[in-house]
Every structure is written in C-alpha cells, then in structure tokens.
C-alpha cells in the first residue's frame, strides 16, 4: 500500500514566477490538506480539499490556490511567488482524523 | 486559535539515555497526534492520543486533556531518535480537522 507521495522533490524558481506541486493521497484516502513548513518552525495550514471542494483554508493569500481531481489527487498552486514563499510543502490526506504526510517539496525562491 | 506550546526547545541526549517531551495546549480538543519528522522532512505518525496513554515500543504518550497537555516518552535512546518532535492538536468538527502544530522539540541523539 503506498502511503501520501508528493512531487518534484525539489524546485528551484526565481521571484515572480509561478510553481504547481503534487500530491497523491493513500490509497483509500479522500481529504488532501497542504501545509507550509518554514525553516525551524512547525507546519502551517494552508487549505484543504475534500470532495473536489476547498472544505477549509487557513491564513494564506488569494496566490495560493489549489484543486482536487476525482481520484482524490491534489494539486498547490502559488503565482507571483515570493522570496518568503521558500519553505517545505507537505500534503497531508486522511479519511477521517489521523493524518498522514507525504515526503514534502522544498521549494527555493531565488 | 489554539496556541501549542513545546518543551523542551532542543535536547542533546547520549545514547540510551531517556526523555519526556511535553506539549501544552491553550483551548480544550478532541485530536492530538505527535510526530517524528526525520532530517529529510518526513512526517512520520507516532500516536494519535486525544486522552489516555499508548505505548508502542520504546516510546510512549499520555495525554490529560482536562490539563490540557500531552507527553512524550523516549526510553534508552537511539540515534535513529534524532529529529524534530511535534505535537498537533484540534477540534474535529463535520467531518473536518485542521491540526495546529507547536514550534517542535529537536532532539539529537549522540552514539
């Protein structure tokens, strides 16, 4: 059973552009929430998907939006990226409660 | 918002030694899980432990929620231990939870 996967590894973006992250929930699983993780802080909630629907969206700007495919698959999307978005992207899915969190994406903003 | 707080900050400990990591939250929950996240970023699941006391292996968590804090025990250490510890709490409402995470404790586990 593969647990939550998340691609790229890693992404390297320069100020202004644009970047999409991914996400793959375990197997069975329907909520998908992201999280950012800053350097040597605890993960923020930044929104979650249940349904295909945003069920909730923690205190991050319009440039963060995301989307849930019908397999439950997810996808972050940050424009106009900025040198504080730098950080660690975690996706969490769950079926109810408990989460579980993929490997991350570290993302550098140059 | 709930407001979590960690304690220790860091802790250096020697192989075998023992540790009790704590976590304190400012609003009554339903849901506390305490993580492992390793040096590459991993997230990993060591309890979900809204009340009571679990055990699994050398680690073990109580949580007395009328208290409003949770511990972490870590009996003779390895250096696999190494890492950041966190503690995430909530209320679970509708079907939907959003875990506040504290601030972390990072333990190094010296051979």
């Known amino acids: 059973d593969a647990g939550v996967t998340q691609s790229p590894t890693h992404l390297i973006k320069t100020r202004g552009q644009q970047v999409t992250l991914r996400c793959s929930p375990k197997?069975?699983?329907?909520?998908v929430s992201w999280y950012q993780q800053a350097l040597g802080q605890g993960p923020q909630f930044i929104f979650q998907?249940?349904?295909?629907?945003?069920?909730q969206r923690g205190n991050f700007p319009d440039r963060f939006s995301g989307h849930q495919f019908p397999n439950y698959s997810s996808e972050l999307n940050v424009n106009a990226l900025l040198l504080g978005d730098s950080a660690l992207y975690l996706c969490?899915?769950?079926?109810?409660?408990?989460?579980?969190f993929g490997p991350g994406t570290r993302l550098l903003v140059l | 918002g709930i407001q979590v707080e960690q304690s220790p900050p860091d802790l250096i400990l020697q192989e075998g030694a023992n540790s009790t990591l704590r976590c304190n939250f400012s609003?009554?929950?339903?849901?506390l899980q305490w993580f492992h996240q390793n040096p590459w970023g991993q997230l990993i699941n060591l309890f979900y432990?809204?009340?009571g006391t679990k055990q699994n292996g050398r680690l073990s968590a109580t949580t007395v929620a009328t208290e409003r804090y949770s511990l972490l025990y870590i009996s003779s250490s390895q250096t696999t231990d190494s890492g950041v510890y966190f503690c995430?709490?909530?209320?679970?409402?509708?079907?939907?939870?959003?875990?506040?995470f504290g601030r972390g404790t990072s333990l190094i586990v010296h051979p």
């Open positions: 969490a899915s769950s079926l109810s409660v408990t989460q579980y």
């Open positions: 197997s069975g699983h329907d909520t």
């Open positions: 998907y249940y349904e295909e629907e945003e069920r």
């Open positions: 609003d009554s929950v339903n849901n």
């Open positions: 432990i809204p009340s």
């Open positions: 995430a709490v909530g209320v679970s409402s509708g079907g939907s939870y959003i875990p506040t």
